[in-house]
């Protein structure tokens, strides 16, 4: 299972960006889509989280200013970003939890996760 991620840049404060992120591999079903930061000398910390039920989970620094939302059929989620602050300045990365796949004749593999390489996003003051 891969992860492309696109859509990161630099952008003014009080701008926006939409983050997509694909994955590939065979996959039949994906329990959980995501996306995490981590900003210089900071630890890595959950931006926002779906599940295959829809349901929505968001850091609070971000709440109300940020919307993810998924497209299980071509297995991609999305992240709105408005209203972007220099603070959310980061490397943002997909995360994707709980795989099911299959690449014949191999029998049906359950991975926990997966995580995308990051893109950089820049908010500029």
């Known amino acids: 299972v891969q992860l492309q991620a696109f859509g990161g840049g630099l952008v003014q404060a009080g701008g926006f960006l939409r983050l997509s992120c694909v994955a590939s591999g065979n996959i039949i079903s994906i329990e959980k889509m995501g996306w995490y930061r981590q900003a210089p000398g900071k630890e890595r910390e959950l931006v926002a989280i779906i599940t295959s039920y829809g349901e929505t989970h968001y850091a609070s620094a971000v709440k109300g200013r940020f919307t993810i939302s998924s497209d299980d059929a071509k297995n991609t989620v999305y992240l709105q970003m408005n209203s972007l602050k220099p603070e959310d300045t980061a490397v943002y990365y997909c995360?994707?939890?709980?795989?099911?796949?299959?690449?014949?004749?191999?029998?049906?593999?359950?991975?926990?996760?997966?995580w995308g390489r990051g893109t950089q996003v820049t908010v500029s003051s």
């Open positions: 995360n994707v939890q709980g795989v099911r796949s299959r690449q014949p004749p191999a029998p049906l593999q359950w991975d926990p996760e997966f």
